[in-house]
């Protein structure tokens, strides 16, 4: 996971607009984007990728092989 020596990046992308969000830490670590949608459009793409997503295999030699990337507790939509 994420630590002060292998850091995560995660980048949030629509048509209009991008953020990346660095992180150091995945305990407890609680991160907001604020991504500005608009009324004009019917439907809004987001994409969220983890482009340095790996396995504990390839950390730290474990037999989980599955690619891990971030825990997503909360989406919250709104016009300002």
Not at 22 to 45: A, F, M, R, Y
Not at 60 to 78: C, F, K, P, W
Request: net charge negative; proline share 6%.
């Amino acid at each position: 996971g994420a630590s002060p020596d292998r850091p995560t990046t995660v980048n949030f992308d629509s048509d209009r607009w991008n953020s990346e969000v660095t992180t150091t830490s995945d305990l407890g670590t609680v991160k907001e984007v604020s991504i500005p949608l608009t009324s004009s459009i019917g439907s809004q793409k987001i994409n969220i990728s983890i482009p340095n997503a790996t396995s504990p295999q390839r950390l730290a030699g474990h037999t989980d092989r599955r690619i891990l990337g971030i825990s997503l507790l909360t989406i919250e939509l709104g016009l300002e």
